[in-house]
């Protein structure tokens, strides 16, 4: 059974770029959840993907956007970096019914 | 959003020691909580869970306590091992939601 991997490990990009993380979901899980994790804190609940839909969102605006494929492979997409967009960005794998939640290694982004 | 805070953000603690870890919490619609440990550079690893019909469940070495009547949760750790050292998340999930929502964490190191 392989987890969740994220790609890439660590990005580096300039204010006003966009960026887009991927994610592989564990095998046997159908839901994708992203997190955003400032250095120091809790991760933040950014949306979560369901059946190639948004199925819940967090406090995040509009240029935080995402998709889900159909191997339910997902991507997080992020317009116009702002330097306070820097932090570790994780993604969640999880089971409609069930309540376990397997995280990825995350992605490391950079805005300066 | 929910709060879910850690009452220590750091705890050192002697190799062999038992460790204990705070949390509260404060929507008494959370049906779920998970406890993570997040190594540097990695993402959060599913410690224990438990849920707001139990008040106890034991894992191997750790073991999850829940008081509801005062939206308190505490990880306890025993014999902890410099393997330990990282930091601890308590996660909530409210009945019927889609997401987790995260406290701070609170590092946790042991000492030789």
């Known amino acids: 059974e392989t987890g969740v991997t994220q790609s890439p490990t660590h990005l580096i990009k300039t204010r006003g770029q966009q960026v887009t993380l991927r994610c592989s979901s564990q095998s046997g899980h159908n839901t994708v959840s992203w997190y955003q994790q400032a250095l120091g804190q809790g991760p933040q609940f950014i949306f979560q993907?369901?059946?190639?839909?948004?199925?819940g969102r967090g406090n995040f605006p509009p240029r935080f956007s995402g998709l889900q494929f159909p191997n339910y492979s997902s991507e997080l997409n992020v317009n116009a970096l702002e330097l306070d967009d820097s932090a570790l960005y994780l993604c969640?794998?999880?089971?409609?019914?069930?309540?376990?939640?397997?995280f990825g290694s995350g992605t490391r982004l950079t805005v300066v | 959003g929910e709060s879910v805070g850690l009452h220590l953000p750091t705890l050192s603690v002697q190799e062999g020691d038992n460790s204990i870890i705070n949390c509260a919490y404060s929507?008494?619609?959370?049906?779920?909580f998970i406890w993570y440990k997040q190594e540097s550079g990695k993402g959060p690893q599913f410690i224990i869970d438990i849920r707001s019909n139990m008040d106890k469940r034991q894992g191997q070495r750790v073991t999850v306590l829940l008081n509801k009547t005062v939206k308190h949760l505490s990880l306890q750790i025993a014999a902890t091992q410099p393997g330990d050292s990282a930091v601890y998340f308590c996660?909530?999930?409210?009945?019927?939601?889609?997401?987790?929502?995260f406290g701070t964490g609170t590092r946790l190191t042991v000492i030789p």
């Open positions: 969640a794998s999880s089971r409609t019914g069930t309540d376990g939640y397997t």
């Open positions: 929507n008494s619609a959370s049906d779920y």
């Open positions: 996660a909530e999930k409210i009945s019927g939601a889609n997401n987790l929502f």
């Open positions: 993907y369901y059946r190639e839909e948004e199925n």
